[in-house]
């Protein structure tokens, strides 16, 4: 949640790298949830068509519970923006010369000398006083403005492209051997995916990539060993 509230002058990559890291995320939950299920399922021997109706229904309702999340706490970032702004209009309003000292001050601490400071807050209210006060010292803009229902597509789409590949291998793979490729192909995916993620956020890439292929082969281990006791528990 953190990086929607970066706020920062070079917007357009500090959005680039979010976009693309909250992707990369999506995608690892969506591979890692619905492989860790496809292989608790099969290890209780299930039949491919039960093993591929789990897959579905997880991948399902993973992308629901993302989208669900995603929208509700992005909403409540706007519904803070809305409130935010309805108060700098109101304060516009009834102390229009105190909004002015604040703007030039604002531009004061960012480097210009007070003269010239004034001039620029003058002549950006001018122009837009409530948009001049969302920027400068809200830093809300068009760029960086909350949008529930984008960011709730966005994480539907991100773990849906993640979980369709455990799904796939279900569908390629032979039944005897469902089980290794899905922990082989997941564990493929992740490593790449961890790689790429590591390298648009300028992190280490082998750490990050042996962090993710960890976790992602603990939660495979301990699904399919889950799956292996329903088995012969009830097989
Ligand atoms: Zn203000």
């Known amino acids: 949640m953190a990086r929607r509230w970066i706020r920062h ?6 959005d680039r790298v979010g976009w693309l890291r909250a992707a990369v ?3 690892n939950d969506g591979i890692l949830s619905v492989a860790s299920l496809i292989t608790g399922v099969a290890s209780a021997h299930a039949g491919q068509k039960a093993v591929l109706v789990a897959g579905v229904a997880g991948w399902l309702a993973g992308a629901m519970s993302m989208a669900a999340g995603e929208y509700v706490s992005v909403s409540s970032q706007a519904d803070a923006e809305k409130a935010d702004l309805e108060r700098e209009r109101r304060e516009l309003h009834t102390m229009p010369e105190a909004e002015l000292d604040e703007l030039a001050h604002i531009y004061v601490k960012r480097g210009l000398e007070p003269a010239l400071a004034r001039q620029v807050a003058v002549q950006l209210t001018d122009k837009d006083a409530l948009e001049a006060h969302a920027r400068d010292e809200l830093g809300i803009s068009e760029a960086t403005q909350a949008r529930p229902v984008q960011a709730a597509l966005a994480s539907a789409a991100t773990f849906s492209v993640g979980s369709a590949m455990p799904l796939l291998v279900v569908l390629l793979a032979p039944a005897a051997w469902l089980v290794p490729a899905v922990i082989g192909a997941s564990l493929l995916f ?4 961890g790689t790429l993620g590591a390298r648009t956020g300028g992190a280490d890439a082998v750490r990050a990539t042996v962090r ?3 976790w992602g082969a603990a939660a495979m281990l301990v699904t399919a ?3 292996r006791l329903f088995g012969v528990a009830t097989g």
């Open 9 to 14: 002058r070079e917007t357009h990559f500090v």
């Open 25 to 27: 995320l999506g995608a």
């Open 190 to 193: 992740l490593g790449v995916l």
């Open 212 to 214: 993710v292929l960890a």
């Open 225 to 227: 060993g889950v799956g």
